[in-house]
């Protein structure tokens, strides 16, 4: 791991593999997985004020308000294992999240140093949403066909018990797609003109896609040498 923080920011459809590729990321890089999602549903499991809040709008795929997500994210950031990075899964998701997390980071005199996009087709979204299971236990995630667990409906890491998200139904699925693309697609073109993103194939296997991961990180800590 390198001295200059490293902020990377992962843009994706929902079900592009986002979670899947930070939380490979984050052994390899020693900085940590930062999901919107997550700091969500584990509010909404302990029933928080965040937790009830945010469940209406995750139930119906809706995004929750700005001003919310900024607060809690821009509040996870300032904690002291994000001093040398962090790895951004779900946030920024809107022009108005993005523009809060860049005047957070230039604050502190740090900048986003990597904008991987992983593209994939409508038709493998719907069936990558349809077929995840998540671990209740760690969120490790799972595909029935693409990434089986090795035990029946078990994590692989903890044993713990498999579930479906309940916003993974298909039409709740559908509706956050439709969310996605005229919500936060527009920030793929707002990092292009910052000359940071890098489109990736999300077609392709896993560990592929992990590696060429790699190589993008290695190739952005290279530009940032003096
Ligand atoms: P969130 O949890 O962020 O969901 P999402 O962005 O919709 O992304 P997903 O978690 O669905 O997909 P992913 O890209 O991580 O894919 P994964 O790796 O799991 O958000 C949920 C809700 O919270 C939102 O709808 C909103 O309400 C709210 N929210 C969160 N952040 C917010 C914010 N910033 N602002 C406002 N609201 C916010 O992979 C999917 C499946 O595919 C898995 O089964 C996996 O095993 C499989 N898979 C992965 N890669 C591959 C591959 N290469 N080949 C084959 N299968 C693969």
Request: with cysteine.
């Amino acid at each position: 791991m390198a001295e200059k923080p490293l902020y990377i920011v992962l843009i994706g459809a929902p079900g592009a593999g986002k979670g899947t590729q930070a939380a490979l990321l984050e052994k390899e890089l020693g900085i940590p997985h930062i999901s919107s999602g997550d700091m969500l549903r584990e509010a909404v499991a302990k029933g928080t004020e965040l937790g009830r809040l945010a469940k209406n709008y995750m139930d119906r795929g809706e995004l929750v308000p700005d001003d919310v997500m900024v607060k809690v994210v821009l509040e996870r950031l300032s904690m002291p294992d994000c001093r040398k990075g962090a790895l951004l899964d779900g946030f920024p998701r809107t022009p108005e999240q993005a523009r809060a997390l860049e005047e957070a980071l230039s604050k502190e005199g740090k900048t986003i140093s990597l904008v991987p996009y992983i593209k994939v087709s409508m038709e493998k979204l719907l069936e990558r949403l349809a077929g995840r299971w998540i671990c209740r236990n760690c969120q490790a995630v799972y595909h029935l066909v693409y990434n089986p667990p090795k035990e029946d409906m078990k994590c692989d890491l903890c044993g713990g018990e498999l579930y479906q998200r309940e916003d993974d139904k298909p039409e709740t699925a559908r509706r956050r797609l439709e969310v996605y693309f005229a919500q936060t697609a527009p920030l793929i073109d707002y990092y292009r003109q910052a000359g940071i993103l890098r489109e990736i194939d999300g077609e392709k296997a896993i560990e592929e896609i992990h590696r060429e991961l790699l190589a993008l990180v290695a190739e952005a800590m290279g530009d940032d040498c003096p």
